[in-house]
């Protein structure tokens, strides 16, 4: 999870047009606050972003895991 644009524009316009020009996660965030999420061991480019989830991916530390246990917890104290 990187605030950097370290893919060209190019790139960019391109990985945006193949998501629709939303959130990977959300399809909500508006196209132009979208970020690069970054894979923290290849640098590569995983997707874009808005800066809501990119943030909380970060906060829950990429971690999957961290993240599934998250999401059952809400699941189950919204009963
Ligand atoms: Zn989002």
């Not at 629709?20 to 399809?27: F, H, K, L, M, S």
């Not at 989830?53 to 009963?79: H, M, T």
């Amino acid at each position: 999870v990187s605030r950097e644009y370290r893919v060209s524009k190019g790139r960019y316009l391109e990985t945006l047009e193949a998501q629709g020009g939303v959130c990977a996660i959300c399809c909500r965030g508006p196209a132009e606050a979208l970020e690069c999420d970054h894979c923290h061991k290849t640098e590569k480019v995983r997707a874009l972003l808005c800066h809501s989830c990119n943030k909380g991916l970060g906060f829950f530390q990429d971690d999957p895991a961290l993240l599934r246990v998250a999401a059952l917890y809400i699941e189950q104290r919204s009963r």
